[in-house]
């Protein structure tokens, strides 16, 4: 189905600019956001993707011969690019219900429904523009009745998101931590500038990794960036913008409460995700978790090896002592290599 959907844009794309008609361009972008949600599954579900980067080449020998075919025809006239349209989208609903007639699993019968959902509205337009013709597109791949039940149909709104792989709980708290990550980075920017320590500057820098890994999730499931476009400092997130107000005043008292309050976030951001692995069972997002506990254990001993030459002794406000402990007293950890 990856490939196929490949397909489909590529030969959109192609008879978009042999025709430049509108049709072509509104589907192939609605043909590019069903890739992107199938490379979401595969990659939800670890399976390799087949992908090839070049427009019109395919690792499946019969999708390749088929792209061929299919240019070649809608090469001929625009009538018979409108076919080719009307053809990809048959196809494409003759297999998706195949496959929800295949599988139990709720996650895939909501992607295979929303995609089912955009091909029969791509066939309802291209048959659309055939019919101004006073052409009839003759099924090959679904029955009469079921393409005709589908023409005379209404335009529908699908979900056409990964985001529907996600509980609530998982995508409230992918948003919580990337905004949470931001605040990190943003202090230690602040804290940075003010004091020009060393330590801000570097775990700045991983913070912004962090916010990389985050922000590839978001990606990943189609869900919004609530931090994007926002300057340092600013936050969709009252709470958070709060908390970042709050932290910016201590910092501003010395650098002893500058690393104090770094080591406050790192706390908070350990106790935080710890809280939210019992809340998925996604080997992807439970991998960037990991990456990012380790992260903070490290930025949590950076920070208090910081404040113990001058006699400072943090006192954890979210972790319990026992896990405190366990992490001051460990070793720098190479995380995610």
Sequence with gaps: MREEEKLAFEVYTFLDEKWDHQVFKNIKQSEARHGDLLK????????????IATNGQYANADMQKLYQELTTKGSLSLKDAFTVGAIIE?????????????????????????LNCGSRNHMRAF?????????????TYINKDRYMAII??????GNNSIESLLTEQEKSDLIFLRQEEKLAHDVYVYAYQKYGHFVFNNISNSEQTHI????????????????????????ADNDLQALYNQLITKVDISLIDALEVG???????????????????????????????????????????????????YSPQFLSA????????GSHENCGK
Excluded: W
Excluded at 322 to 329: A, C, K, L, T, V
């Design 127 to 139: 048959s659309r523009q055939l019919g101004n013709m006073d052409v009839v597109y003759t099924p």
């Design 152 to 157: 005379n149909g209404d335009h529908e709104e």
């Design 212 to 235: 990389d890994n985050m922000t590839g999730l978001l990606i990943k499931y189609n869900v919004v960036d609530p931090a994007a476009g926002l300057a340092n400092g600013v936050f």
């Design 40 to 51: 979401g599954v595969l990659d939800h579900f670890g399976i390799k993707d087949p992908y």
């Design 90 to 114: 048959d196809m494409d609903i003759a297999d998706l219900d195949m496959l929800m007639a295949a599988t139990t699993n709720k996650d895939l019968l909501g992607v295979y429904d929303n």
């Design 263 to 313: 080591a406050t976030i790192e706390d908070l951001d350990i106790s935080d995700i710890q809280r939210f692995y019992a809340n998925t069972t996604k080997s992807d997002i439970l991998r960037v978790y990991d990456v990012l506990t380790c992260g903070s254990r490290n930025h949590l001993r950076g920070f208090t090896g910081q404040l113990k030459p001058l006699d400072v002794t």
């Design 322 to 329: 026992s896990d405190y402990q366990n992490i001051i007293n």
